[in-house]
């Protein structure tokens, strides 16, 4: 059986090495303490250390297609403007085809009623063409605008007739085609 006394040494030195086993202890809970305090530090910091990295790799790439996204939003916003001049030149397109078509019915259903009206003026408002100008009477009026019905212009409607000077007014009102939708245009 073992004694924990030693007799061998004065009670100061049993007492110096009580203290000296305490510290060590002491120093050797500290330095594991102090270890597994840094631990999750030392683990912070390298998990920094490696999302500064991908950071720096993101910003680096970030300024390489910058100027490559500067350039799409760029040709976005030339095609949007060009799809727009498109669109726009296929209603004038559109209006012009309305236009002859107003014209050419116009001028058949002149000769097949052989009446003495005058255009003034011809409209293309919308989803409608109006046809503005005078003739001698009333009656002649009526025969352009059966004549405009006869020559292909289904719809069209006395809109005003007034009496003016030397004959009447007049403005026929009368509906146009719509236009063709996107798919039917682009097919040959």
């Known amino acids: 059986m073992r004694c924990g006394i030693d007799f061998s040494r004065s009670p100061a030195q049993r007492r110096r090495a009580h203290e000296q086993n305490f510290y060590r202890m002491l120093a050797a809970a500290l330095l594991l303490g ?11 910091s390298l998990h920094t ?6 950071n720096a790799l993101l910003t680096a790439e970030l300024q390489t297609l910058s100027p490559q996204a500067k350039q799409t939003a760029t040709l976005r916003t ?3 403007a060009l799809e727009k001049q498109l669109k726009d030149h296929r209603q004038l397109g559109l209006r ?15 000769q097949a009623s052989r ?14 063409g109006e046809l503005r100008g005078q003739a001698p009477s ?25 009496a003016e000077e030397g ?11 719509a236009p063709l ?4 245009e682009a097919a040959p």
């Open 138 to 162: 009333a009656q002649e009026v009526r025969d352009f605008a059966a004549a405009l019905v006869a020559s292909g212009l289904e719809g069209t409607a006395l809109h005003d007739l007034h």
């Open 167 to 177: 004959g009447y007014a007049f403005i026929l009102a009368i509906p146009l085609a």
């Open 49 to 54: 250390a490696s999302l500064q990295q991908a």
């Open 181 to 184: 939708p996107a798919s039917q």
């Open 96 to 110: 012009r085809q309305q236009a002859a078509r107003l014209l050419r019915a116009a001028a058949q259903a002149a």
């Open 115 to 128: 009446s003495q009206v005058r255009l003034q003026r011809i409209l293309l408002q919308g989803d409608r």
């Open 78 to 80: 030339r095609i949007t």
């Open 34 to 44: 102090g270890t597994l305090a840094a631990l999750p530090g030392l683990r912070i």
